[in-house]
T-cell receptor
Framework: GENVEQHPSTLSVQEGDSAVIKCTYSDSASNYFPWYKQELGKRPQLIIDIRSNVGEKKDQRIAVTLNKTAKHFSLHITETQPEDSAVYFCAAILMYSGGGADGLTFGKGTHLIIQP | DTGVSQDPRHKITKRGQNVTFRCDPISEHNRLYWYRQTLGQGPEFLTYFQNEAQLEKSRLLSDRFSAERPKGSFSTLEIQRTEQGDSAMYLC???????????FGSGTQLSVL
């Protein structure tokens, strides 16, 4: 099955600086890679995702890059703000052409701390 | 609130007791997933439904766990003869047929004493 590794487990950055979280996956057939943000005591929320047919996707201060050859993908947050403090999870999944899919495999999470 | 809802939010039980959780997905979503999350870990996939059919079960889902979605709407997850190792947050998520975007509920926090 799929295995997703996520680094670092904790990341502390100064407000306004950029943060980068990296994930690797094992199954080269995986073709969909979402990122979730989970604040303390709250549900995981999808913040951005990328499919294997593109290399980069951006949404305001958040971007995700994908390197299929190396089987890794990264989350980039620029101009970090205090409200970015949370745990971030990457995930990978194999989506079948007929629309079916198996369950998402999540990384262990990165605790992002934005220091004022 | 039109999001995924779960009930109860918290459940405390004694070892050996049975517990049942409920999940109501977003109404137009055909797929419903159950995940388990322990402190400091990412969600772990347990099982999922396409309408009323249970299509996949993880190895994590022991014989003590059973999930149902009888009418293709809400789902229940039952744990029989609970063990302390079952203590975790149980998350439900739903998605449309052709979309892999999962929307999570707030979860049920289970504590087995």
């Amino acid at each position: 099955g799929e295995n997703v590794e996520q680094h670092p487990s904790t990341l502390s950055v100064q407000e306004g600086d950029s943060a980068v979280i990296k994930c690797t996956y094992s199954d080269s057939a995986s073709n969909y890679f979402p990122w979730y943000k989970q604040e303390l005591g709250k549900r995981p929320q999808l913040i951005i995702d990328i499919r294997s047919n593109v290399g980069e996707k951006k949404d305001q201060r958040i971007a995700v890059t994908l390197n299929k050859t190396a089987k890794h993908f990264s989350l980039h947050i620029t101009e970090t703000q205090p409200e970015d403090s949370a745990v971030y999870f990457c995930a990978a999944i194999l989506m079948y052409s007929g629309g079916g899919a198996d369950g998402l495999t999540f990384g262990k999470g990165t605790h992002l701390i934005i220091q004022p | 609130d039109t999001g995924v809802s779960q009930d109860p939010r918290h459940k405390i039980t004694k070892r050996g007791q049975n517990v049942t959780f409920r999940c109501d997905p977003i109404s137009e979503h055909n797929r419903l997933y159950w995940y388990r999350q322990t402190l400091g870990q990412g969600p772990e996939f347990l099982t999922y439904f396409q309408n009323e059919a249970q299509l996949e079960k993880s190895r994590l889902l022991s014989d003590r766990f059973s999930a149902e979605r009888p009418k293709g709407s809400f789902s229940t997850l039952e744990i029989q003869r609970t063990e302390q190792g079952d203590s975790a947050m149980y998350l439900c998520a739903s998605s449309r047929d052709s979309s892999e975007k999962l929307f999570f509920g707030s979860g049920t926090q289970l504590s087995v004493l």
